[in-house]
């Protein structure tokens, strides 16, 4: 059974790696970094709001707070987008700890009401800074072709490799958070957050905690958006839509799990992707797919699309089925 887990995971390796080579049409391949970028920021929110089970609709804020750090960075001074991005995510780490540990005194909607509210903050300050952050206009990213110093190339195939990378290391940090204690003290407070009190759990600490890390790693794809399209803007880096999108990415495909975010990602931007092809753009389309998917989903399996996938898989021989049954 190991053997074959290894061949999978090599087969999957491999498969990866051959994708960009078998696409000619750049336009599919980046559909395919969007699906996989989004993938690593489901991951990212998964942290405080899978494994956590704080519900944050604010996530635009540290995807933008990234974008622009390491824009600003590079434009006025020179810095590498490289250094920026750590610098972008340190930032976002911060602003989630300054904002979290008196936002976590609320719970349920007021907490995701406080995570909105946090986020239209952001962007007003944003609009109003003309002068270093470009107001409402935005910033164009400096064009640099092939530079990868400077994270810029002119082949799509260096920010697959790049996505794809930040895609593994958002699986390595939801798993290594969940075989951990402190992801144990986070399903504990997920679950019951007076009995992790009881037990004597710090619930402030490890949910800003959570919150900073989930930042940190947000603010890193904020980054490598703004890299990748070379422009950026308040209205898109701070928009509520995509903190929803983010959230309802991870709900889907099953929170609190490895694979789910991943999953969910993968399905729903190549669905948002037809349902685009077949309305010919229309606003809201991508909305409309979102919610539809969410409903039917939901009314299956309010666990999410991993859990309905564990559902239709027989049961093995060795351990008993799902709910107690025997096989």
């Known amino acids: ?12 390796a491999a498969a990866i790696v051959a994708l960009p080579f078998g696409i000619s049409n750049p336009y599919a391949l980046s559909i395919i970094i969007l699906a996989l970028l989004y993938a690593y920021l489901a991951l990212c929110w998964n942290i405080i709001g899978g ?40 930032v976002a780490a911060a602003g989630a700890a300054l904002i979290g540990t008196p936002c976590f005194r609320l719970r349920g909607a007021y907490f995701a009401l406080a995570t909105i509210a946090a986020t239209m903050i952001l962007r007003i300050l944003v609009e109003n800074s003309n002068e270093w952050l470009g107001g409402p206009r935005g910033l164009d990213v400096k064009l640099l072709r092939d530079a ?8 799509k195939e260096f920010y697959y490799a790049i996505v ?11 798993r290594a958070v969940m075989r951990s204690r402190f992801g144990h003290y986070l399903v504990a407070i997920r679950y019951d957050q007076e009995a992790a009190l009881a037990l004597g759990v710090d619930v402030q600490r490890c949910k800003v905690t959570a919150l900073a890390l989930s930042a940190a790693l947000t603010a890193i794809g904020g980054t490598f958006y703004a890299q990748f399209v070379l422009f950026i803007n ?23 799990t490895l694979w789910g975010p991943v999953l969910g990602a993968l399905v729903l931007l190549l669905v948002e992707e037809a349902a685009r092809r077949v309305t010919g753009g229309m ?8 919610s539809l ?3 039917i989903v939901i009314s299956v399996e309010p666990r999410g ?15 008993p089925a799902a709910h107690g049954e025997v096989p």
């Not at 990868?148 to 082949?155: A, D, E, M, S």
């Not at 794809?164 to 939801?174: D, E, I, M, R, S």
């Not at 606003?283 to 979102?290: E, F």
């Open 1 to 12: 059974m190991l053997a074959r887990s290894r061949a999978l995971t090599l087969l999957a």
């Open 293 to 295: 998917v969410l409903m």
């Open 234 to 256: 308040p209205d898109e880096m701070f928009s509520i839509s995509l903190s929803i999108q983010i959230a309802v990415i991870c709900i889907i495909g099953g929170r609190g």
């Open 164 to 174: 794809v990378a930040l895609t593994a290391a958002g699986l390595l940090v939801n």
């Open 305 to 319: 699309m991993l859990a309905i996938l564990d559902r239709l898989r027989p049961p093995s021989r060795a351990q």
């Open 283 to 290: 606003a809201g389309a991508d909305m409309i797919v979102y």
């Open 51 to 90: 494994i956590a089970g704080q519900l944050s609709l604010g996530h635009a804020a540290w995807f933008g707070i990234g974008a622009y750090t390491s824009t600003v960075l590079f434009l006025h001074w020179g810095i590498s987008p490289w250094i920026g991005m750590l610098a972008g995510a340190v």
């Open 148 to 155: 990868p110093l400077q994270f810029q190339y002119t082949r």
